[in-house]
């Protein structure tokens, strides 16, 4: 089976995750590819495949003799696909031979053209799959997910020599919750890469320090025909708030290393009001800056209209990978190597402006850059994913598993 074919099936089942769940998976439909998967790396004849209760995938693929001694690689990709759009009932469409001019969806008329999506522009003659417009497509990650499966199959059936292999399929990496459960120990890899988003050629190594800030607003409501001097409107407290941060430091005004405040939750009434913002800088000095505004502001609040006006919490929820990769780049550079002789000329770098299973996996000692699955447009009805972009995901992770490209870039460098 090849990988369109793999991703077609994958991306039929669905898995959205909950982020209003705390549990582990959030939903349990993500079993449903789980067990699939278990059984496919099991008739692949892959070692030790295990389902566990909290959703994650384990299999193992053991050296070929010779090369046990060889660090152990990782493949990591995750099932879950985005809360943000509908993930069920996804009925992938085919695009062969792309014209390079608009593509109607058909489900809803809705139309995915260059003009709105510049990427689209350099895939003329492609064959692309995209949604019917209804749904999400879920190449974020069920593309990741069968360029690794097909991966495995072919390294397995030519025979060839490589070292050892761990895999895993993880749940909720879009809550950033599902991570916590992965048993770095147990996976037994030296070092890893996810499969997991981004244009073919895109190699990430940085992401996003990141927290959840949230607001809480306390107000005084009596009858506005006698509020002189009493009424203390909580839901003009938050406006007045947010009038306080960088207005041009949101996400639509920022790109590439730029951090931003993002307002993504705000509902309240007279009496009481609630704000939840996320804030990203992928410097560690600026993020530091950016909570301590976010308290400040609050502080001025509170001085303006006494005390437990607002209280404010902030929580951090991951850090830039750069920060521990940085000293250990030749794994970067292995990546790279792959990307090549998978026929990717010039590997390119952009800072991932979010997070990954990588990252929260770095920080739990195991180093874990992000290599592209080819998807565009991820968490909506606008997301494809060029065919070709997919075979190339395949070759990549099959060059990360020659024995000789490690040898000339990890084993090296040890020496």
């Known amino acids: 089976m090849n990988a369109t074919e793999r991703f077609l099936r994958y991306a039929t089942i669905p898995t959205r995750s909950d982020?209003?769940?705390?549990?582990?998976?959030?939903?349990?439909?993500?079993?449903?590819?789980?067990?699939?998967?278990?059984?496919e790396l099991t008739a692949l004849g892959l070692t030790n495949v295990r389902v566990t209760d909290n959703c994650f995938v384990y299999a193992a693929l053991p050296a070929t003799p010779g090369l046990e001694g060889q660090p152990c690689l990782g493949l990591i990709a995750h099932?879950?696909?985005?809360?943000?759009y509908p993930g069920e009932g996804v009925k992938p469409q085919l695009h062969p031979n792309y014209d390079g001019g608009d593509i109607v969806l058909s489900a809803t008329g809705a139309v995915l053209s260059p003009a709105r999506f510049p990427?689209?522009?350099?895939?003329?003659?492609k064959t692309l799959i995209t949604t019917d417009g209804s749904t999400l497509l879920g190449a974020d990650d069920k593309a990741g997910v069968a360029e690794i499966m097909t991966a495995l199959e072919r390294v397995i059936a030519s025979g060839r020599a490589h070292g050892p292999v761990a895999v895993a399929?993880?749940?909720?990496?879009?809550?950033g919750l599902g991570i916590a459960g992965f048993d770095v120990e147990g996976f037994g890899a030296a070092y890893a890469y996810t499969v997991d988003g981004g244009e073919v050629g895109e190699l990430s190594y940085e992401n996003f320090n990141a927290c959840e800030a949230t607001l809480d607003f306390r107000g005084v409501n009596v009858h506005p025909g006698s509020a002189k001097d009493t009424m203390v409107n909580a839901c003009l407290l938050a406006m007045e708030y947010n009038a306080m941060l960088p207005s041009a430091e949101t996400p639509r005004h920022t790109e590439g290393y730029e951090g931003f405040f993002h307002l993504q939750e705000l509902h309240g009434k007279v009496e009481q009001a609630k704000m939840v913002y996320i804030i990203r800088d992928h410097s560690m000095t600026r993020f530091q800056e950016?909570?301590?505004?976010?308290?400040?502001?609050a502080e001025e609040m509170n001085r303006r209209y006494g005390d437990g006006t607002v209280?404010?919490?902030?929580?951090?929820?991951?850090?830039?990978?750069?920060?521990?990769?940085?000293?250990?780049?030749?794994?970067v550079a292995l990546a790279e190597e792959a990307m090549r002789a998978a026929g990717v000329d010039n590997p390119t770098h952009s800072p991932i402006?979010?997070?990954?299973?990588?990252?929260?996996?770095t920080y739990k000692g195991l180093l874990c850059p992000n290599l592209p699955s080819g998807g565009h447009n991820?968490?909506?009805?606008?997301?494809f994913a060029p065919v070709e972009s997919l075979k190339t995901g395949v070759r990549t992770v099959k060059a990360l598993v020659s024995p000789e490209l490690l040898e000339q870039v990890i084993l090296k460098k040890e020496c």
């Open 169 to 175: 399929f993880t749940p909720d990496e879009e809550t």
């Open 79 to 84: 099932m879950d696909t985005a809360p943000d």
């Open 378 to 383: 991820a968490h909506g009805r606008f997301e």
């Open 119 to 125: 990427s689209l522009n350099g895939l003329k003659g």
């Open 311 to 331: 209280e404010a919490e902030v929580e951090d929820q991951y850090y830039n990978m750069y920060e521990v990769l940085k000293d250990r780049m030749e794994i």
């Open 19 to 39: 982020p209003d769940s705390t549990a582990t998976p959030s939903t349990d439909c993500q079993f449903s590819l789980a067990r699939l998967l278990a059984d």
């Open 353 to 361: 402006r979010g997070g990954t299973d990588g990252c929260m996996l």
């Open 290 to 297: 950016r909570k301590a505004l976010f308290r400040k502001a």
